[in-house]
């Protein structure tokens, strides 16, 4: 995660795809990016890709798409071609032993995470998510502990 988050250190924003039980996921790794890497960074429902994120997509605009094996994933793969085709650039987790399948042409990064249960899988999926939100902060000189601008009931006990 760490080489990820240098090759994303310069970046603007951050798209974050998730659908069924990972669309918490997704809303869930785009807050902890925007938290404490002060990056604008958006978790979005897959399914409604075509109401407004497809018109951002371009060979600039990092997007994760959480494409683990569970009962999303066919739609998933539907979104990873939908956003290969308009030159994406696609950052996809899947479940170890999936990459040559969702990544198309060996045209995006992979990140494989172990596969359990569907319901448990958002709570693996999660951690590269916290990690590459940890090693962008550390990269981009935040503080990690003390986040900017949050309520002060967020940040103290």
Same mark, same amino acid.
Not at 8 to 31: D, K
């Given at each position: #995660?760490?080489?990820l988050?240098? $090759?994303?250190?310069?970046?603007q *924003?951050? $798209?974050?795809?998730?659908?069924g039980?990972n669309?918490?996921?997704?809303? %869930?790794?785009a807050?902890k ?5 002060? #990056?604008? *960074? %958006? ?5 409604e #890709?075509k ?12 997007i ?11 739609k998933?793969q539907?979104?990873?071609?939908q956003?290969?085709? @308009? ?5 996809? #987790? ?6 040559? *399948?969702?990544?198309?042409?060996e ?7 172990p596969?359990v %249960?569907?319901? $448990?899988?958002?709570v693996?999926?999660v951690v590269p998510?916290?990690?590459?939100a940890y090693?962008l902060t550390v990269l @981009?000189?935040f503080?990690v502990?003390?986040?900017?601008? $949050?309520?002060?009931s967020?940040?103290?006990?």
């Amino acid at each position: #995660m760490k080489d990820l988050a240098n $090759l994303l250190i310069a970046e603007q *924003s951050l $798209l974050v795809f998730g659908r069924g039980y990972n669309y918490a996921t997704a809303l %869930e790794g785009a807050l902890k990016v925007k938290e404490v890497a002060l #990056m604008h *960074s %958006e978790g979005i429902l897959a399914g409604e #890709m075509k109401h407004g994120p497809l018109a951002l997509v371009d060979e600039n605009l990092p997007i994760v798409v959480i494409a683990t094996r569970d009962v999303c994933f066919s739609k998933q793969q539907s979104v990873i071609q939908q956003l290969h085709a @308009r030159r994406g650039r696609l950052i996809v #987790m899947c479940s170890e032993g999936d990459a040559a *399948s969702v990544c198309p042409g060996e045209s995006c990064r992979v990140i494989e995470v172990p596969q359990v %249960e569907d319901c $448990l899988q958002p709570v693996i999926n999660v951690v590269p998510l916290q990690l590459l939100a940890y090693h962008l902060t550390v990269l @981009r000189g935040f503080n990690v502990d003390q986040p900017r601008n $949050l309520a002060k009931s967020v940040t103290t006990q």
